[in-house]
């Protein structure tokens, strides 16, 4: 009951690449560059299981960043000429590949890291793939010429990789839609058939994770504007709660989402984040606690998952860390009241 886990992706050691930024560069290259990404796999493993983790992830050490990680082993996509772009509806600029052609995937795109994180650890591993509505909002189109058609067509694919990841042992697969609480209507319209296309025939556990975005200046001053309640998500939950995905991961901690939305996702896991990746304060175990009780009027402690808001990738590790290690404190308090 309570088990832990993490949305994804953790800081990466120094000497793969440039902390506390993201889009970090690496500093290896070549095979250097693919012994840095294993060590670095191997190392979250272990200090995830040291933090009390239960469902542990790879870290996202082998992606300079969660969507583009997965398109730079795609054919059809140019990244050699990167196009400027506003992104989740002109929120902040990217500089972003284009798709020039049909794509399809060059092999397996994260087969590597999971097999070595599957051999590294005995826990559940949970892996993360970015959403088909996220890819489409963080790329360019000079092939497709319609949002949906391409979106689809990056389902199709993410279907491959999935299939791929839960043969070689992956337990659950997460896709990250920070869009969908950007493109509410579309997350109706297709956005959750997308979804569907991506997990379609997987046998292991499914998530989708939705978020107001990693702790960055651009995400906290959006934030800042969006009120004192945060009511995007009642608007696509009960979707949600209708789709065929397993779980639901989403911020709970420092969030203006209102806690009782959490009732609209009624037989879904929910993975409620009860660590703020925006702040620099480690949580304490108790203020960990506050969060997962308010979590559980809403949800059942069979269905609740303690997690991190969000993405830590552009933390202070040691920091990171230290909020994985309330985490699992806090849910060990709650768990003991029970
Ligand atoms: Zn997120």
Same mark, same amino acid.
């Given at each position: 009951?309570?088990?832990?886990t ?6 990466? @050691?120094?000497?793969?690449? !440039? @902390? ?39 870290? !996202? ?36 590949? $284009? ?21 590294? $650890?005995?826990?559940?591993?949970k892996?993360t793939?970015?959403?088909?509505? $996220? ?37 659950v697969i997460q896709f990250d ?22 997990i ?5 556990k499914t998530a989708v994770h ?23 998500? !009642? ?10 995905i397993d779980q639901v991961s ?18 879904k896991d929910?993975l ?11 949580? $304490? ?7 997962? !009780? ?11 998952f ?33």
């Amino acid at each position: 009951m309570l088990e832990t886990t993490i949305a994804g992706s953790l800081p990466k @050691p120094s000497w793969l690449a !440039e @902390p506390r930024v993201l889009w970090a560069p690496w500093r290896q290259g070549g095979e250097a560059l693919a012994e840095a990404k294993r060590d670095a796999t191997i190392l979250a493993l272990k200090l995830q299981e040291d933090a009390g983790i239960d469902i542990v992830s790879d870290g !996202e050490q082998s992606r300079q960043h969660f969507v583009h990680g997965f398109l730079e082993n795609l054919d059809g996509i140019d990244f050699a000429n990167k196009v400027r772009m506003g992104i989740r509806n002109n929120r902040y600029e990217a500089d972003v590949p $284009t798709v020039t052609g049909p794509l399809r995937r060059r092999g397996g795109v994260h087969a590597t890291e999971a097999r070595i994180a599957r051999a590294h $650890t005995g826990h559940a591993l949970k892996f993360t793939l970015p959403g088909p509505m $996220t890819i489409i909002d963080t790329i360019a189109d000079r092939h497709y010429g319609d949002r949906v058609k391409m979106a689809m067509a990056f389902a199709d694919l993410l279907n491959e990789e999935a299939r791929e990841l839960a043969a070689i042992g992956v337990d659950v697969i997460q896709f990250d839609e920070p869009a969908f609480n950007v493109y509410l209507d579309e997350v109706i319209d297709w956005g959750i058939e997308a979804l569907h296309r991506a997990i379609d025939g997987l046998d292991c556990k499914t998530a989708v994770h939705i978020c107001y975005g990693y702790g960055i200046k651009a995400n906290i001053d959006w934030k800042a504007g969006l009120g004192s309640e945060w009511r995007q998500y !009642e608007r696509i939950f009960s979707a949600l709660a209708a789709s065929r995905i397993d779980q639901v991961s989403l911020e709970c901690a420092n969030s203006r989402v209102p806690i009782e939305l959490l009732s609209l996702l009624d037989g879904k896991d929910v993975l409620a984040g009860a660590i703020d990746v925006a702040s620099g304060h480690v949580e $304490t175990p108790d203020e960990v606690a506050v969060t997962i !009780e308010r979590a559980l009027r809403f949800v059942p402690a069979e269905r609740l998952f303690p997690c991190t808001n969000c993405g830590m990738a552009p933390l202070d590790q040691a920091l990171a860390y230290k909020k994985l290690e309330a985490l699992s404190a806090g849910a060990a308090l709650v768990r003991g009241r029970r």
